[in-house]
Structure formats: structure tokens, C-alpha cells
Nanobody
Framework: QVQLVESGGGLVQAGGSLRLSCAAS????????MGWFRQAPGKERELVVA????????YYADSVKGRFTISRDNAKKTVYLQMNSLKAEDTAVYYC????????????????WGQGTQVTVSS
């Protein structure tokens, strides 16, 4: 069993930066792929960025390429999402999620989810 807790969300002006963290408790994260999803009001949950268990495969949605960076520290059981050059359209609840080993873009394939953290970008 893995419990995930996100932190670092908040209100930021367009062009600003935030760093989200996802801390895990329970089992080790080292054999899990980690994804950051987001869901804006009235929209479906979408995968923003994901990293596989060995950190040699990373997925970025086109909308965040060049602006967002994912990293993981297995020793600390924490995954980070550095978000730069934020835009109003990045406003959403951001969730971290875990699934075994490899990345998948389909949210239902992820076994464990955090409670989400709100990111609001003002224009």
C-alpha cells in the first residue's frame, strides 16, 4: 500500500513558478512510475507529466513541454513537479499518482492517488 500526499500548490501570477511535492508513505516508490495529473473545473483529468520507475523515460504533455519538469528522489520517497512560466490555463487541481514500473497516460491504470493540491494562476 502507498499513501501519497501532495503539497506546494497555491496562488501565483502568470509567468510565475511553483514547485509541487508528492510525498509517499508505506511502500517504497522505487518500483513505481509516478504521474502528475490535473483537473480543471468542467474538464477531464489529464496527464501532465510522468516519470517511470528508473527515471529514464519521461512523458510531458505538449501543453507543458519546456515549462514543467518532473523529478524523483526515491530515497526521500518524493516526486517533484517544477512548474515555470505558469499560465492561466494551468489552473487546476493537481494530483500525483503511482502505478507499477512504466508510464501510462490512462488515469485508471494508476493504483494510488493523492488528495490533490490546488494551483491557481491569475492573469
Amino acid at each position: 500500500q502507498v499513501q501519497l500526499v501532495e503539497s506546494g500548490g497555491g496562488l501565483v501570477q502568470a509567468g510565475g513558478s511553483l514547485r509541487l511535492s508528492c510525498a509517499a508513505s508505506g511502500r517504497t516508490l522505487s518500483t513505481y512510475a509516478m504521474g502528475w495529473f490535473r483537473q480543471a473545473p468542467g474538464k477531464e483529468r489529464e496527464l501532465v507529466v510522468a516519470i517511470n520507475w528508473s527515471a529514464d523515460n519521461i512523458y510531458y504533455a505538449d501543453s507543458v513541454k519546456g515549462r514543467f519538469t518532473i523529478s524523483r528522489d526515491n530515497a526521500k520517497k518524493t516526486v517533484y513537479l517544477q512548474m515555470n512560466s505558469l499560465k492561466a490555463e494551468d489552473t487546476a487541481v493537481y494530483y500525483c499518482a503511482a502505478r507499477p514500473y512504466d508510464i501510462d497516460t490512462i488515469s485508471t491504470t494508476y493504483n494510488y492517488w493523492g488528495q490533490g493540491t490546488q494551483v491557481t494562476v491569475s492573469s
